[in-house]
């Protein structure tokens, strides 16, 4: 595979969104929008836009704020328009793969926007390809984009939309210029985030809720799995088409986990109060006597926070404090090629203060571990600034396989707890102990089942057909170990 990756190209973990307004420029709230989108990804910004059957488009490698200039705004026309940012993946940058993906076609022009990952690229590629498509890039939404554009060629847009959710198979999200029709469209088991939201003039769809939050909007519900939806050209309204319907759902529950920010509503839960509620459960679970409660910045604040008041609410005499400081300029210490350097990049990232631990027994809580090199650091850097003992919970179950869904988890081999024993895991890390959140805690936590849920990365069994992933994919895990918060993102999760 070039670069390593898996044979559907490159897996996304991505923020969407798109807008419809009355009479205003779209570019300016798309823009703030990716910017409260930006923890979602850091390798790319774009932004679609339609006016009249113009279409305008700038999409660029790097940061929201650093992709545009205020110039390029002016030249994004159009009251509709569709954005994207993509996260990094390791390898080669490939600027091909950055989105809004656009095309122009016999019957108008696409701009697309895609968060998720379909399973069954290779084959439609090669389908659409034999028919005389021409593709640029060897992503999966590309394919999707050439896909919808064959189908407007037969059917009106519903029917097109309905056919091309038939044919395409995983996981994804899309926010969908159309001339100057925005559509959103979330695949039938609701794999990725989104949601609609109301502006004072148009509506907005957005990966996260924070992003309508922003433009000073109010979300007004999800997206339902299999639904689509179809903003008015001038800002008015909505329509809404189920399309395909199916028994579970399959919500990534480490949205909850990790990527979405607290401040985001998801699927009815507000991300902040699930965080919470997981931490009191981990206590509940697993809960051990110890002087202090210390949070793993930024991702493990709110799981701290709850793990720390169902402590202290059953009379533990334990107080929560911020012992380990985070540096939000250190970059992306999953994308570093070796463990050396990612080990370095940890210790550079989180500092702890010693009058803080220094003879104390601390129970430190993160959301998840993944290849171990953040809790391994921990544990040393604790000890040798004078911890008595120094106790791990997770809010997650242990990561044990890697994610076809949307995002690059490490390979089966680089996760720490693939095919271990906790207690194994306890000795690698050296903590003087070790939990988990179980599996039903998770389910319990996001008022949902496990057969509703997308539990692959923690059970290995995915609600959606892989067949021709390959099951060990080489990819490095992109900068895990704080997204957004490496990047100084005020205000979103690490
Ligand atoms: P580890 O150091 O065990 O390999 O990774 C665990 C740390 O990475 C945790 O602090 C967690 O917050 C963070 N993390 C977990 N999953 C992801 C991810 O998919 N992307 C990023 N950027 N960070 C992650
Ligand atoms: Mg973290």
Known sequence: MPDGRHPDGPTEKCGVVGVSLDERDAARPLYYALYALQHRGQESA?????????????????LVGDAFEAEDLETLKGATGVGHVRYPTAGSVNSSCAQPFSVSFKSGSLGLSHNGNLVNTAELRE??????????????????????????????????????????????????????????????????????????????????????????????????????????????????????????????????????????????????????????????????????????????????????????????????????????????????????ARERAVRLKLNPIRDVVEGKTVTVIDDSIVRGTTST??????????????????????????????????????????????????????????AYLSIDAVAEALDSTRADLCLGCVTGEYPYDIQGESTDRDVIRPDIGDAAGDTGVAGSDD
């Not at 607290?262 to 009815?268: H, L, T």
């Open 46 to 62: 774009g932004i679609v836009t339609h006016d009249g059957f113009q279409q305008h488009s700038h999409v660029e490698m790097g």
């Open 127 to 340: 389908e659409l390809a034999a028919s005389g498509h021409a593709f640029t890039s060897d992503g999966d939404t590309e394919v999707i984009a050439h896909e919808l554009a064959r189908n407007l060629l037969e059917a009106d847009l519903i029917r097109a939309v309905k056919r091309t959710m038939n044919r395409i198979h995983g996981s994804y999200s899309l926010t969908i210029a159309h001339d100057d029709t925005v559509l959103g469209v979330r695949d039938p088991q609701g794999n990725r985030p989104l949601c609609i939201g109301e502006l004072d003039d148009g509506y907005i769809l957005a990966s996260e809720s924070a992003a309508i939050d922003v433009l000073d909007g109010e979300l007004v519900r999800d997206v339902r799995p299999g639904e689509l939806v179809v903003l008015e050209g001038d800002g008015a309204g909505f329509d809404s088409y189920q399309l395909v319907e199916r028994d579970n759902t399959a919500h990534c529950f480490f949205e909850h986990v990790y990527f979405a920010r607290p401040d985001s509503r998801i699927d009815g839960q507000l991300v902040y109060d699930v965080r919470r509620e997981l931490g009191r459960q981990l206590w509940v679970e697993s809960g051990v006597e110890s002087d202090v409660v210390l949070p793993v910045p930024d991702s493990g604040r709110a799981f701290a926070s709850g793990y720390a008041e169902a402590a202290q609410a059953e009379g533990a005499e334990v107080s929560f404090a911020e012992g380990l400081m985070k540096n939000r300029y250190v970059g992306r210490t999953f994308i570093m090629p070796t463990q050396d």
């Open 377 to 434: 650091q921990l544990v040393e850097l604790l000890r040798d600034v004078g911890a008595e003992e120094v106790h791990m919970r997770i809010g997650a179950p242990p990561i044990v396989a890697p994610c076809y869904m949307g995002i690059d988890m490490a390979s089966r081999e680089e996760l720490i707890a693939a095919g271990c024993e906790t207690d194994a895991i306890r000795e690698d890390i050296d903590a003087d102990s070790l």
